[in-house]
T-cell receptor, first 114, second 117 residues
Framework: DQQVKQNSPSLSVQEGRISILNCDYT??????FLWYKKYPAEGPTFLIS?????DKNEDGRFTVFLNKSAKHLSLHIVPSQPGDSAVYFC?????????????FGQGTILTVHP | GAVVSQHPSRVICKSGTSVKIECRSL??????MFWYRQFPKQSLMLMAT?????????EQGVEKDKFLINHASLTLSTLTVTSAHPEDSSFYIC?????????????FGEGSWLTVV
């Protein structure tokens, strides 16, 4: 049972344009969501997070949107840069006793072309 | 900022031997750390929750006698893969959650690539 889903295995974007990565979840207990960037054979690098009490969080070029009713979140990268090319994972947790225990999506490979 | 360090980054061991992977929180104390495994082209899967001073909590399907976890201090958790087999070859990653002045988030180590031959 895949509780966190990233349905797009890959995304290709031109440099300077917007990259939008999507993530859906099924477990209504999840109330804290994170996005990570990952290169092969390296640990994930934290990008941005959002709590369910918010519907938007912004940090520089990265913005995460949360639609609780749809159980959907998205990561917007504007403007996209070639250095953003990597695998992006969304992850979910509940902020109660299980906080820190993350359920990951399958990942989306982002390629930003110069 | 908060940093989580893993060692070794790569290790090759013979089938039947044991190998230990260390996970350290460098800038903060972590009462709880987490161990994940990632097979090629798959997502990260939680293996176990490591609790300082108590037994680890394992996810369903993870053999606790094979993957020994010790969280002896507030900054160190270790994962020992015992009697390793080629199918244990994988990328192992730890994480730790912060709190207080560093904010409430989860950081990952650099990962450890295990190859069993």
């Amino acid at each position: 049972d895949q509780q966190v889903k990233q349905n797009s295995p890959s995304l290709s974007v031109q440099e300077g344009r917007i990259s939008i990565l999507n993530c859906d979840y099924t477990n209504s207990m999840f109330d804290y969501f994170l996005w990570y960037k990952k290169y092969p054979a390296e640990g994930p690098t934290f990008l941005i997070s959002i709590s369910s009490i918010k519907d938007k969080n912004e940090d520089g070029r990265f913005t995460v949107f949360l639609n609780k009713s749809a159980k959907h979140l998205s990561l917007h990268i504007v403007p996209s840069q070639p250095g953003d090319s990597a695998v992006y994972f969304c992850a979910a947790s509940d902020s109660g006793t299980s906080y820190g225990k993350l359920t990951f999506g399958q990942g989306t490979i982002l390629t930003v072309h110069p | 900022g908060a940093v989580v360090s893993q060692h070794p980054s790569r290790v090759i061991c013979k089938s039947g031997t044991s190998v230990k992977i260390e996970c350290r929180s460098l800038d903060f104390q972590a009462t709880t750390m987490f161990w994940y495994r990632q097979f090629p082209k798959q997502s990260l899967m939680l293996m176990a929750t490591s609790n300082e001073g108590s037994k680890a909590t394992y996810e369903q399907g993870v053999e606790k006698d094979k993957f020994l976890i010790n969280h002896a201090s507030l900054t160190l958790s270790t994962l020992t893969v015992t009697s390793a087999h080629p199918e244990d070859s994988s990328f192992y990653i730890c994480s730790a959650r912060t709190g207080g002045s560093t904010g409430n988030t989860i950081y990952f180590g650099e990962g450890s690539w295990l190859t069993v031959v």
